[in-house]
């Protein structure tokens, strides 16, 4: 029976050496740098369905394989819900701003009993329309 031999690192490799603290250091540093640390940006509505637009070609071309324009695709229709609920209100107080109007529509009094529930935006958006509502 012949013995199993584990190759050893090249000699240029084990000079500049994992060990070494000043290239751990180095390394280390890299990784900490302002880009690594930073979040990418959230991409805007309409970059999201540039992306979206593009995945079936890049499917084609084989750039990428169907899970993974799927996966890509959930992730910008995500993103998209997000935009769709911070334009209507809902992303912070819970309510739709349409909603709220319709509520102080039908009973007034419930208004105050939402108040804590809602957005600064939201009450003055009550306000003007009970103002608008006051000149007529």
Known sequence: MSE???????DDA????????SSRGR?????????????????T??????????LPSLVALGVLTPAQSNSMAAAFREILRHHQRAESGTANSGVANLDVLAIAARDPNLIN???PMLS?????????????????
């Open 120 to 136: 600064k935006q939201q009450l003055d958006l009550l306000m003007e329309r009970q103002e608008d509502r006051s000149d007529d």
């Open 45 to 54: 509505a309409e970059e999201c369905l540039q992306k979206l637009a593009h």
């Open 4 to 10: 199993l031999s584990i190759p050893k690192p090249p």
């Open 113 to 115: 009993m939402l108040a």
């Open 14 to 21: 084990s000079a500049k050496g994992s060990n070494d603290a």
């Open 27 to 43: 390394s280390k540093s890299r990784r900490r740098g302002p880009q690594a640390s930073a979040a990418p940006p959230i991409p």
